[in-house]
C-alpha cells in the first residue's frame, strides 16, 4: 500500500471560501430552549441508580418518548432504545438546520453533522459483513450529512462489500482499488474505515481555515479530532505489526497538536510497547491522558481498548466546554450540538453498562458530564 494513498486525493480540492459569521439571535434563543432539556448531573445520578427497566421508563417519560414509541412497532428493549436514541438525534440536527438564520452557520453545522456520513457508511458495512437484514441496517441510519436517505437505501441493497466501496465516488480509484485489495487479504474493514475517517478529517480541516476568528473552537475540536484519530490508528497498527513504512500512509496531517515529524517518528517506533512509551513523553498535551492510564494497559494481552476508551472521553470532554462559551456565539451553538450527540453516548454507555453488568464505578468512569 503506498503511503501517499489517503493524501493525495485532497490536493485537488479548492479551497473554501470565507465565511462570515453574523449575530444570529432568533437561533441562540430556540437553541437555549433545546439546551434546557438535555440531561444534567442530577438526572444521571438517577440514572446511575436504576435497574435496566427503570432507565427505559424514565427514557419514555423523557424528550425521546416520541422517537420510543414510534419504534416500538418492530423492536423491544435495548435495541428499541438505542435505534430510538438514533432518531431522536437525527430529528434534533434536522432540526438545528432549519432554525439556522443564514446560509454560512447552516454550513458550519452540516460539516460537524458529515460525521454521520462516515458512521452510516461503517455501519453499513459492517452489517453487510456480518450478514445483517437491510431493514435493521436501514433502521440504524442518521441521514443527517452531506448525503439522504436514498443514498443510504442504495448503498444497503449493494449484494457485496466490494460493490458498496465502488459506490463511493468521493474516494480515488486508487484508495478504492487499495481498500478492496486489503479487504479481499485481510476480510477486514480496517483500511476502509480508515480512509471514510481521513476524507473526512482532511477535508474538515480545509474547510476549517476558512472559518473566522469567532469559529476557531470548531477548528481546535475538529483538529484534536485528528490527533485521537490518529493516535488510535496508530496504536492499532502497531498491534498488528505492520511494517513501519506502511504506517505513515494511514495516518491523517493537520491534526493540532501531533505534526507530521512527529507523527513519523512515532510510526517508527518498535513495538507497541514502546509506542505508549513514547505517547506519555510528548509534549502535546496528550501525554497526561496517557500516564494516567499506562497502569490499565494489559501488556501480555496487547489490549489497547481502555486507551481507546480514554482517548474518546478526553476529547469529549473538550468539546463539552463549548457548551460554556459566548453565549451568543457560533461556540454555543456547536457546544449544543456537541452536548446533544455527548449526551445520546452517554445513554448508550449506561445501558450497555447496566445490560454487561458493570461496575457502576466503570460505568461512571466512561461518562461526560457537564458541570
Not at 337 to 357: C, H, P, S, V
Amino acid at each position: 500500500m503506498s503511503a501517499t494513498m489517503l493524501n493525495g486525493v485532497f490536493e485537488k480540492n479548492s479551497r473554501p471560501r470565507k465565511l462570515r459569521l453574523a449575530q444570529a439571535p432568533y437561533t441562540y434563543a430556540r437553541i437555549s430552549v433545546m439546551k434546557s432539556k438535555l440531561l444534567r448531573k442530577d438526572d444521571y445520578n438517577k440514572l446511575m441508580k436504576m435497574k435496566l427497566n427503570d432507565i427505559l421508563k424514565f427514557l419514555q417519560e423523557s424528550d425521546y418518548r416520541k422517537e420510543i414509541d414510534e419504534m416500538t412497532v418492530n423492536y423491544s428493549g435495548i435495541e428499541l432504545v438505542e435505534l430510538a436514541l438514533n432518531k431522536n438525534l437525527v430529528k434534533t440536527f434536522q432540526k438545528l438546520k432549519r432554525i439556522a438564520e443564514y446560509e454560512d452557520l447552516r454550513l458550519i453545522m452540516e460539516k460537524y453533522m458529515e460525521m454521520a456520513d462516515v458512521w452510516n457508511i461503517k455501519t453499513i458495512l459492517r452489517g453487510k459483513l456480518i450478514g445483517e437484514k437491510e431493514e435493521r441496517i436501514k433502521d440504524l441510519m442518521m441521514p443527517i450529512g452531506k448525503f439522504n436517505e436514498r443514498f443510504f437505501d442504495e448503498l444497503i441493497k449493494k449484494d457485496s462489500i466490494e460493490d458498496i466501496i465502488r459506490s463511493l465516488k468521493f474516494l480515488s480509484k486508487e484508495q478504492i482499488n487499495d481498500a478492496m485489495n486489503m479487504f479481499r487479504d485481510t476480510k477486514s474493514l480496517f483500511a476502509i474505515e480508515n480512509m471514510l475517517d481521513n476524507n473526512y478529517y482532511s477535508n474538515s480541516a480545509i474547510f476549517a481555515e476558512s472559518i473566522p476568528r469567532q469559529g476557531a473552537n470548531f477548528m481546535e475540536f475538529i483538529k484534536g479530532s485528528i490527533d485521537i484519530t490518529n493516535i488510535k490508528t496508530l496504536l492499532r497498527l502497531k498491534k498488528e505489526n505492520m511494517d513501519k513504512e506502511d504506517i505513515e500512509g494511514f495516518l491523517i496531517m493537520n491534526g493540532a497538536r501531533i505534526h507530521k515529524s512527529m507523527l513519523s517518528r512515532l510510526a517508527r517506533a518498535e513495538s507497541l510497547d514502546s509506542l505508549i512509551a513514547m505517547l506519555q513523553k510528548i509534549d502535546t498535551g496528550y501525554g497526561r491522558s496517557f500516564r494516567e492510564i499506562y497502569d490499565s494497559y494489559d501488556r501480555p494481552k496487547k489490549d489497547i481498548t481502555r486507551i481507546e476508551l480514554k482517548l474518546n472521553k478526553f476529547l469529549l470532554d473538550r468539546a463539552i466546554l463549548l457548551l460554556h462559551m459566548h453565549p451568543l456565539s457560533i461556540d454555543v451553538i456547536l457546544g449544543y450540538m456537541f452536548a446533544k450527540d455527548i449526551e445520546i453516548k452517554n445513554l448508550r454507555t449506561i445501558i450497555k453498562g447496566r445490560q454487561l453488568g458493570l461496575k457502576d464505578e466503570f460505568i461512571e468512569s466512561e461518562l461526560v458530564i457537564s458541570g
